[in-house]
């Protein structure tokens, strides 16, 4: 079945750390991905997106992912994330019937001051 | 101007009540969905309506129905309330579907 996985369910970092979470997909042909953030009692915002073109995209707030196709990978990265990272992270794409936009399960990141 | 406009914010009521929840979006988009978000943050797609054509996931209860008065609205209303109906719900908009989509505020639904 298609699918997009997130198997990191929880992060934490201390302010100035790399980070990355992964996102893999389960499905061919056109692929459109996107990562959104929910911070605490708010609604998802965009960070960025891919269509196609340039495997590396960048998004707001320094956030970038990079679309490897032969591992059906979209990987979240920044390279220094501070506190006002805190936040839920999802990976989505439109998939199945009527190509509903569909989420992960989810990333909590808990950035440490 | 808030893009996607949800009411009510909050929304607490007892088991086996009917409720609604509104959505409306000012973006010209010609795609609207209905999430349900749980206490661990998973979010389902529960409908995906576009162009007149609505598009359910198996897995909702019939229950749950939206309705689509015009383009820029879509309601969803909830029969027979049960507890494990507690969420967040989220409406969405997109201008298709497969571009982004651009999220209400949310309703917490509180079923006691």
């Known amino acids: 079945a298609q699918s997009v996985s997130q198997h990191n369910h929880h992060v934490i970092l201390s302010e100035a750390a790399s980070l990355e979470l992964g996102c893999n997909y389960s499905?061919?042909?056109?692929?459109?991905l996107f990562w959104y953030v929910q911070y605490p009692g708010q609604h998802l915002q965009l960070l960025l997106k891919?269509?196609?073109?340039?495997?590396l995209v960048k998004g707001i707030k320094g956030f970038e992912a990079e679309f490897i196709k032969s591992k059906f990978s979209f990987n979240l990265r920044k390279p220094s994330v501070q506190w006002s990272d805190t936040a839920e992270y999802f990976c989505?794409?439109?998939?199945?019937?009527?190509?509903?936009?569909?989420f992960g399960g989810g990333t909590r990141l808990m950035v440490k001051p | 101007d808030t893009a996607v406009s949800q009411t009510p914010k909050y929304l607490v009521t007892q088991m086996g009540n009917d409720k609604s929840i509104k959505c409306e979006q000012n973006?010209?988009?010609?795609?609207m969905y209905w999430y349900k978000q749980d206490s661990k943050k998973f979010l389902k797609i529960m409908f995906s309506?576009?162009?007149?054509?609505?598009?359910i996931n198996e897995t909702v209860p019939n229950r749950f129905s939206p309705k689509s008065p015009d383009k820029a609205h879509l309601n969803l209303h909830i029969n027979s309330l049960e507890l494990g109906d507690s969420a967040v719900y989220f409406c969405?908009?997109?201008?298709?579907?497969?571009?982004?989509?651009?999220f209400g505020q949310g309703t917490r639904l509180t079923v006691v």
């Open positions: 969405a908009s997109s201008q298709s579907v497969n571009t982004e989509a651009f």
């Open positions: 499905y061919g042909g056109t692929v459109n």
């Open positions: 891919y269509f196609s073109g340039d495997p």
């Open positions: 989505a794409s439109p998939m199945g019937a009527g190509n509903m936009l569909t």
């Open positions: 973006l010209g988009h010609d795609t």
């Open positions: 309506y576009n162009n007149k054509e609505l598009i």
